[in-house]
């Protein structure tokens, strides 16, 4: 009970709103120790969430993560096992699975499949495969590759390293994985790091990072029509801000390249790009930092 109460005071709630106390009363106790005011010494003068409306009960309890919520259980299993909350929960942490679509049994329960969701993404961080096959296995997941990467897209625990150790022998699903990508409005280098965050780059420089940046510069491209560029020109352009990147952050580098030469240099690579757009590009890397993961520079 202790630690609901807490957990309500993280979030703004206090217990003393629903207490029915003079406001007069309020302003003499310290909100930061307010549970160590004569009037809350007692445990029994936080409200019995049964006693409240239901909504708002619910609402109270909505605040709290999976681990609050099971300890609520143990005081209000009624209200703290209500499906609503735990499907709230399951979409907060996993946006798209495929068994939100599916028509489902009369004994399913949305915090059993929380738990499950989540044993599954402990799984993904070390095996990726056994992890996917996890949900396969137990009909939670599709195994489409449109249904797997919208599951790697939309949730929040997995690591972006086990993501790409799962992709580079799942290429259909990488190639939806980047198509689910926004970059509209986006500047090159910035839309590279946001790539890049979901995914991490491969750690050698061979086929499967260039299928990412084949894929990575035709969703760039459908996203921004007017960019002036083609995908060939936006592929050159990336390899170029990779090797700027090692270039610029790799502490191995003495020389490094000025701005000067990469303008010159990928001005001739693609004719189409404005020598004041390079120049863009090389401040944006210089002061931002690598597009990639550090360790890129390592391969």
Request: include cysteine.
């Amino acid at each position: 009970m202790g630690q609901v109460i807490r957990r309500l005071q993280e979030v703004g709630i206090r217990p003393q709103d629903f207490l029915g106390i003079p406001i007069t009363d309020y302003a003499r106790w310290d909100d930061r120790s307010i549970t160590t005011a004569p009037e809350m010494n007692t445990i029994d003068r936080f409200p019995d969430l049964d006693e409240l409306p239901p909504e708002i009960s619910l609402e109270v309890l909505s605040h709290l993560d999976a681990t609050d919520l099971c300890l609520a259980s143990c005081v209000w299993s009624h209200l703290a096992n209500d499906e609503f909350l735990w499907q709230g929960l399951c979409r907060s942490c996993w946006g798209s699975v495929t068994i939100y679509n599916r028509t489902r049994q009369d004994d399913f329960s949305f915090k059993q499949l929380f738990m499950l969701l989540d044993e599954a993404s402990l799984t993904f961080n070390t095996d990726p495969f056994a992890g996917i096959n996890y949900l396969t296995s137990k009909n939670i997941l599709d195994d489409k590759p449109l249904e797997i990467a919208k599951f790697l897209h939309t949730t929040k625990r997995l690591w972006p390293s086990k993501k790409l150790e799962f992709v580079q022998k799942r290429p259909d699903v990488l190639e939806r994985l980047v198509q689910l990508q926004n970059f509209q409005n986006q500047f090159l280098p910035n839309a590279l790091r946001k790539f890049f965050k979901e995914v991490s780059a491969p750690r050698e420089r061979g086929d499967t990072l260039t299928f990412m940046i084949e894929n990575f510069s035709q969703r760039f491209c459908a996203c921004n029509p007017k960019l002036g560029l083609s995908k060939d020109a936006v592929f050159v352009l990336c390899f170029s801000l990779i090797m700027l990147s090692v270039d610029l952050c790799s502490p191995h580098v003495k020389n490094k390249m000025s701005k000067r030469e990469f303008i010159k240099n990928t001005c001739q690579a693609v004719s189409e790009l404005s020598r004041d757009l390079a120049g863009h590009m090389y401040d944006n890397i210089y002061l931002a930092g690598h597009v990639a993961p550090k360790d890129f520079s390592n391969s």
